[in-house]
């Protein structure tokens, strides 16, 4: 379909950084230049809003999304507090957790692959994963409204780019710390562990290099394969 279409040529524009941050998307300019309808673009820019890529207050023309330090804090920590309140049902009630355990091998896959945007992908995965597990459906929706443009924002910032090593394994081991404490089935643990984890995922997030070309992701392939036996903390 044309919208779909559109928008993942628009989504890749974005995330290569063709279109940049805060750069304006007009639907009459794109419907022009593509010679399709002003609807279609509408529809498609409706699909990159839902996935995060872009944003639209009322009234106003869409822009690919740009987010400050504030607001990436102020979206954390609430992102927190959802999340941590999501794995204490989780844990209370004991949910299977195979589907997370899938999604945390998929993300080592990437890693070991050297693919940084199907890592995020995952990782955005295991957190809908997380809160669609707790059966609350207005939990969902407002986790998602919070993280969906977080992990947009992120892959539109280091697609291309190298990454700290430690950032990636750092990252897998906090990943198996929530599984780990799910599995517990103590509600009050969980809740707490995943509050401290999703405020270091912050921490990760503002820290100023944690962009800054150190080495290949790739690079990680295989002491990501020697880390799968390790105990973790």
């Not at 995330?15 to 309808?37: C, D, F, M, N, T």
């Not at 939990?139 to 539109?156: D, E, G, M, N, S």
């Not at 080495?215 to 390790?230: F, N």
């Amino acid at each position: 379909m044309v919208k779909d279409n559109l928008a993942a040529h628009l989504r890749e524009e974005i995330i290569s950084g063709r279109l940049a941050p805060g750069e304006r998307i007009v639907e009459i300019v794109w419907a022009k230049r593509l010679r399709i309808s002003q609807t279609s673009v509408r529809e498609a820019l409706n699909i990159l809003i839902a996935e995060g890529f872009v944003q639209k207050g009322s009234g106003h023309t869409a822009q690919v999304t740009r987010l400050s330090d504030e607001d990436i804090q102020h979206s954390y920590r609430l992102r927190s507090v959802l999340e941590s309140y999501a794995a204490s049902i989780v844990a209370r009630e004991k949910c299977a957790l195979g589907e997370l355990d899938d999604a945390l091998a998929a993300m080592r896959s990437a890693v070991e692959r050297g693919n940084v945007r199907e890592f995020y992908e995952r990782d955005l995965q295991f957190h809908i994963l997380l809160a669609e597990k707790s059966g609350n459906p207005i939990l969902v929706q407002a986790i998602r409204r919070i993280i969906l443009p977080l992990f947009a924002f992120v892959v539109i910032r280091i697609q291309g780019a190298r990454t700290n090593q430690e950032q990636w394994m750092r990252s897998l081991d906090q990943h198996q710390r929530i599984i780990d404490a799910l599995k517990t089935g103590d509600p009050v643990f969980a809740e707490r562990q995943v509050a401290y984890i999703v405020n270091a995922f912050l921490e990760e997030t503002l820290t100023k290099d944690v962009m800054l070309s150190v080495s290949p992701l790739v690079d990680l392939g295989s002491r990501v394969s020697a880390a799968r036996s390790l105990p973790h903390s």
